[in-house]
């Protein structure tokens, strides 16, 4: 079965500093989610990655997929403290370009607090 | 996410008491996958559900756990005999279409079990 690793476990920044976290899989990545989880509360989407070297950006988040590496990264500019949260990254492995469905294997997560 | 409705938001059972947790997916959506985060684990996925039909079911413990998605009315995923390791985060998701190469999961903002 397919296993993602995220890393660091847990980051400490202050506001206006940017930062990284990684994904990655035992596996080759053919799809790749980012999800963002607040305590307590459920799973907001964030971004989608599918194609080797593929990058997409939401306002100040960019998540690249390296297929090669088997590794994801999102990257955080100018962090603010309404980015605070879980980050978490899945994978479907069932999506190699063809059909898939709901059936995500999850990192453990990654906890971002940013004092501002 | 704020369309896939999860109630209860918490539940407190007593161990071998019943646990019923509902999930109502995204107007439109036939498509329902149930998750659990146990406290420090990752989230993992239980099942996925069509309407009146169970596609995938290779995450739900083999004993006690069940689950169901009508014709008519929500999902519900039923734990019999509640254990205290049954105290967990269940997400609902649901999705449009089974083909999600371009699309997303909707989470819900789950149901937090506390077995007593």
Same mark, same amino acid.
């Given at each position: 079965? !397919?296993?993602?690793?995220?890393?660091?476990?847990?980051?400490?920044? !202050?506001? @206006?500093?940017?930062? $990284?976290?990684?994904? $990655?899989?035992? *596996? $080759?990545?053919?799809?790749?989610?980012?999800?963002?989880?607040?305590?307590?509360?459920?799973?907001?989407?964030?971004?989608?990655?599918?194609?080797?070297?593929?990058?997409?950006? +939401?306002?100040?988040?960019?998540?690249?997929? #390296?297929?090669?590496?088997? !590794?994801?990264? &999102?990257?955080?500019?100018?962090?603010?403290?309404?980015? =605070?949260?879980?980050?978490?990254?899945?994978?479907?492995?069932?999506?190699?370009?063809?059909?898939?469905?709901?059936? &995500? $294997?999850?990192?453990?997560?990654?906890?971002?607090?940013? +004092?501002? | 996410? =704020?369309?896939?409705?999860?109630?209860?938001? +918490?539940?407190?059972?007593?161990?071998?008491? %019943?646990?019923?947790?509902?999930?109502?997916?995204?107007? @439109?959506?036939? +498509?329902?996958?149930?998750?659990?985060?146990?406290?420090? %684990?990752?989230?993992?996925?239980?099942?996925?559900?069509? *309407?009146?039909?169970?596609?995938? %079911?290779?995450?739900?413990?083999?004993?006690?756990?069940?689950?169901?998605?009508?014709?008519?009315?929500?999902?519900?995923?039923?734990?019999?005999?509640?254990?205290?390791? #049954?105290?967990? =985060?269940?997400?609902?998701?649901?999705?449009?279409?089974?083909?999600?190469? #371009?699309?997303?999961?909707?989470?819900? %903002?789950?149901?937090?079990?506390?077995?007593?």
């Amino acid at each position: 079965s !397919q296993e993602l690793e995220q890393s660091p476990q847990s980051l400490i920044v !202050q506001e @206006g500093k940017n930062l $990284t976290i990684n994904c $990655t899989s035992s *596996k $080759t990545l053919y799809g790749l989610y980012w999800y963002k989880q607040k305590y307590g509360e459920g799973l907001i989407f964030l971004m989608m990655l599918q194609k080797g070297g593929e990058e997409k950006s +939401h306002e100040k988040i960019t998540a690249k997929l #390296d297929e090669k590496k088997q !590794q994801s990264s &999102l990257h955080i500019t100018a962090s603010q403290p309404s980015h =605070a949260g879980i980050y978490l990254c899945g994978a479907d492995p069932s999506n190699a370009g063809g059909t898939s469905y709901g059936k &995500l $294997t999850f990192g453990q997560g990654t906890i971002l607090t940013v +004092h501002p | 996410n =704020a369309g896939v409705m999860q109630n209860p938001r +918490h539940l407190v059972r007593r161990r071998g008491q %019943e646990a019923r947790l509902r999930c109502s997916p995204m107007k @439109g959506h036939s +498509h329902v996958y149930w998750y659990r985060q146990l406290p420090e %684990e990752g989230l993992k996925f239980m099942v996925y559900l069509q *309407k009146e039909n169970i596609i995938d %079911e290779s995450g739900m413990p083999k004993e006690r756990f069940s689950a169901e998605f009508p014709k008519e009315g929500p999902s519900i995923l039923r734990i019999q005999q509640v254990v205290r390791g #049954d105290s967990a =985060a269940y997400f609902c998701a649901s999705s449009p279409i089974r083909i999600r190469q #371009d699309g997303e999961l909707f989470f819900g %903002e789950g149901s937090r079990l506390t077995v007593l």
